[in-house]
């Protein structure tokens, strides 16, 4: 069992920045594979970032490539999300998630998720 506490959420003015945290534990955290998922007011779940292990390898999705950067600090048990240059397109409940199995990191079908933490942007 893998328990994921995210923070960091809230409301900004477009052009801001946040950044939002998602604490692992049950697992060593060098074990997990960690993505990071939204899902805006009447849409389909959307990937956004994945990182593995010890971050070796980094997938964005294309919309926020430049503006987003995953990260992740073993000591600490966390994984992270800098959003700059918000827009309010990026409006969205994001989610924290970890893959267990081998499959590809930008699929949907990861095994534990967080509770989900609110990003506003307005315009």
């Known amino acids: 069992q893998v328990q994921l506490v995210e923070s960091g959420g809230g409301l900004v003015q477009a052009g801001g920045s946040l950044r939002l945290s998602c604490a692992a534990s049950g697992r060593p955290f060098d074990t997990l594979r960690m993505g990071w998922f939204r899902q805006a007011p009447g849409k389909s779940r959307e990937f956004v970032a994945a990182?593995?292990?010890?971050?070796?390898?980094?997938n964005y999705t294309d919309s926020v490539k430049g503006r987003f950067t995953i990260s992740r600090d073993t000591a600490k048990n966390t994984a992270y999300l800098q959003m700059n240059r918000l827009n309010p397109e990026d409006t969205a409940v994001y989610y924290c998630a970890v893959k267990a199995g081998w499959g590809s990191l930008v699929s949907y079908d990861y095994d534990y998720w967080g509770q989900g933490t609110q990003v506003t942007v307005s315009s």
């Open positions: 990182i593995t292990y010890r971050g070796e390898t980094i």
